[in-house]
C-alpha cells in the first residue's frame, strides 16, 4: 500500500511540474507574439505631458509654426513642447519660424516666455498680436510630425543653420 500511495504522490508531484513548466513555455511564447515597443512608443509611454507654463528664451534652439494654431519648440538638450495657441493667428503660417515675442524680463540671462506672453510673425505688418498657451511636452517624433521634417533632420537642423532662438527671441517689452 506504501508503493502505491508513493507512485500516486510523484504521478501527483510531476503531473504538478509538468503543468508548471506547460504554463510558463506558454507565457513565454504569448511574450514573443507581442511585438516589440518602438523607442518612439518607450519615449511616448514614458513622456510626463504636464504643461508648463514658461520656457527660458535661452534654452530655445528654435521654432517652427505647425498651423495658425500651433507653435512646436525646439529645445537645446532634445526637449520639445507644443504650444497650442489660445486664439487662432491671422498671420502664423506652418513652416513660419521668425517670432518676435513680447514678454517681461527681469534679467536677459534668465528671459522666459510664458502662456500669458504673445508675439508676432517678423513678416507680419499689422501689429496685431498672437497670444501664447502652456507649453505641452511632445516626443521628437510628434515634433517631426506637426513641423514634417524628419526627426533625424530636426536633430541636424538644430546644430547651427541660423533658425535658432537668436532669430526669434525677439524683443523685451516691460
Same mark, same amino acid.
Given at each position: 500500500?506504501?508503493?502505491?500511495?508513493?507512485?500516486?504522490? !510523484?504521478?501527483?508531484?510531476?503531473?504538478?511540474?509538468?503543468?508548471?513548466?506547460?504554463?510558463?513555455?506558454?507565457?513565454?511564447?504569448?511574450?514573443?507574439?507581442?511585438?516589440?515597443?518602438?523607442?518612439?512608443?518607450?519615449?511616448?509611454?514614458?513622456?510626463?505631458?504636464?504643461?508648463?507654463?514658461?520656457?527660458?528664451?535661452?534654452?530655445?534652439?528654435?521654432?517652427?509654426?505647425?498651423?495658425?494654431?500651433?507653435?512646436?519648440?525646439?529645445?537645446?538638450?532634445?526637449?520639445?513642447?507644443?504650444?497650442?495657441?489660445?486664439?487662432?493667428?491671422?498671420?502664423?503660417?506652418?513652416?513660419?519660424?521668425?517670432?518676435?515675442?513680447?514678454?517681461?524680463?527681469?534679467?536677459?540671462?534668465?528671459?522666459?516666455?510664458?502662456?500669458?506672453?504673445?508675439?508676432?510673425?517678423?513678416?507680419?505688418?499689422?501689429?496685431?498680436?498672437?497670444?501664447?498657451?502652456?507649453?505641452?511636452?511632445?516626443?521628437?517624433?510628434?515634433?517631426?510630425?506637426?513641423?514634417?521634417?524628419?526627426?533625424?533632420?530636426?536633430?541636424?537642423?538644430?546644430? !547651427?543653420?541660423?533658425?535658432?532662438?537668436?532669430?526669434?527671441?525677439?524683443?523685451?517689452?516691460?
Amino acid at each position: 500500500m506504501t508503493r502505491t500511495i508513493r507512485a500516486r504522490v !510523484g504521478l501527483v508531484i510531476g503531473a504538478g511540474l509538468l503543468a508548471a513548466m506547460a504554463a510558463s513555455v506558454a507565457q513565454a511564447q504569448d511574450a514573443s507574439r507581442q511585438p516589440a515597443q518602438s523607442d518612439a512608443e518607450k519615449a511616448q509611454a514614458e513622456l510626463d505631458r504636464t504643461p508648463e507654463d514658461c520656457v527660458l528664451l535661452n534654452r530655445v534652439d528654435r521654432n517652427v509654426a505647425a498651423n495658425d494654431r500651433q507653435v512646436v519648440f525646439f529645445m537645446k538638450g532634445g526637449k520639445n513642447y507644443l504650444n497650442i495657441l489660445d486664439t487662432s493667428c491671422q498671420a502664423l503660417k506652418a513652416g513660419d519660424y521668425r517670432f518676435i515675442f513680447q514678454y517681461r524680463a527681469a534679467s536677459p540671462k534668465m528671459s522666459r516666455v510664458c502662456d500669458t506672453d504673445g508675439f508676432t510673425v517678423e513678416r507680419q505688418t499689422s501689429r496685431i498680436g498672437c497670444a501664447l498657451g502652456q507649453f505641452i511636452p511632445i516626443t521628437a517624433e510628434e515634433a517631426a510630425a506637426l513641423t514634417a521634417k524628419p526627426a533625424a533632420a530636426s536633430a541636424a537642423s538644430s546644430s !547651427g543653420n541660423g533658425q535658432g532662438s537668436g532669430a526669434s527671441s525677439g524683443e523685451n517689452k516691460n
